[in-house]
């Protein structure tokens, strides 16, 4: 692989241990179900994304905190098997590791984060020497709103200013963004309500959500890619341009959506780090969700260059005729 295929990705976020309890139907308020598996597995939007562009052959960087604890070993060590450089992981003694709590039926997921020492992470911490070299040395840079806003607002200037891609994906979804952040943004990747929030105003129907991301896109200056889950996603390159609707991809049945998007925004970053046009770089993210939706876990569920290559080439044939 040469250098341009390998390209340098930081990532600034969360690392979380992800407790999932698998059951055949989620509680109602006030019920409690049997479950019938349960998983420990580290997750985050940062490191899962860290992970993904990994796999995808990316050099990556991981700038964030976890715990003195048992989980933050283990979330460190997991980055690592993935050859992820991890001397910006912060180990906090004060706070514990973030955790979320995941409830899986169905294939689908409902999710409660405690960001734990995530909320830690401060613009001071990603300003020092070493995470800023990394944000200003790195093709492009990924980040997420499991930390706190100025952090990202701080990493995301840094970055930009460095001449970086920067990668905001905004989830969870937050009411407002500081300007900072969104004008530093050269690619948000909100999901349809994600955008709604962003927007202020309904991004329901096709019309809607088009003048939804140009409203947000305005705002940022930069291109919004919306995630459309099984709808696939729509590329809007700027404000002024007409948007473009990229396909989902197949690659078997649904087995957990944790971390779909999380995998859709580091195989969008890797191929736009690689000089894909964002149209394309997008129909190569929607194969690699494809993909990590057949897999249990967010980070077991990433896929490799080599089968995310196969599926976009053979998606490319079959559209082709
Ligand atoms: O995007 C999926 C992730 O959201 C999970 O891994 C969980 O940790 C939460 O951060």
New binding site residues.
């Given amino acids: 692989m040469t250098q341009k295929e390998r390209p340098r990705i930081a990532v600034v976020g ?1 690392l ?3 407790v999932v309890m698998e059951s055949g139907r989620v509680p109602q308020q006030g019920e409690t179900v049997l479950g019938t598996g349960m998983h420990m ?1 580290p ?3 940062g ?2 994304q860290a992970v993904c562009a990994a796999r995808l052959g990316a050099r990556v960087s991981m700038i964030g905190a976890v715990g003195a604890d048992g989980f933050g070993e283990e979330m460190t060590a997991a980055l690592e098997r993935e050859g992820i450089d991890t001397s910006c992981v912060l180990r906090r003694g004060d706070t514990p590791s ?3 709590s ?1 409830w899986l039926s169905g294939g689908d ?1 409902r ?1 409660v ?1 405690f960001p734990g020492a995530n909320g830690t992470l401060t613009a001071e911490d990603v300003s020092a020497p070493e995470p800023s070299r990394l944000l200003r040395e790195a093709d492009a840079v990924l980040i ?1 709103l ?1 930390i706190p806003l100025e952090t990202a607002a701080e990493a995301a200037s840094i970055a930009r200013a460095g001449g970086a891609i920067v990668l905001l994906n905004p ?2 979804a937050a009411d407002a963004l500081p300007d900072a952040l969104l004008r530093s943004a050269s690619v948000l990747t909100p999901n349809r309500g994600e955008l709604a929030i962003l927007a202020g105003e309904s991004a329901e129907g096709q019309a809607r959500l088009i003048e939804a991301a140009r409203k947000l896109a305005a705002a940022s200056g930069g291109a919004v890619v919306t995630t459309l889950g099984g709808a696939g996603a729509l590329v809007l390159e700027s404000a002024d341009r007409e948007p473009e609707a990229v396909p989902a991809a197949y690659a078997g049945p649904v087995v957990d959506t ?5 995998c859709f925004s580091a195989a969008l970053a890797a191929a736009l780090a690689r000089g894909s046009a964002p149209g394309e770089a997008a129909r190569y993210a929607a194969c690699a969700a494809a993909l990590a939706v057949t897999r249990l876990g ?2 077991g569920g990433m896929p490799t260059a080599i089968e995310v290559g196969g599926l976009y080439s053979a998606s490319a044939d079959s559209a082709g005729g």
């Fill in positions: 969360s979380n241990m992800d597995l997750g985050g939007k490191a899962n973030g955790t979320a995941i997921n999710i984060v997420q499991e989830a969870p944790t971390g779909a998007g999380d967010a980070q």
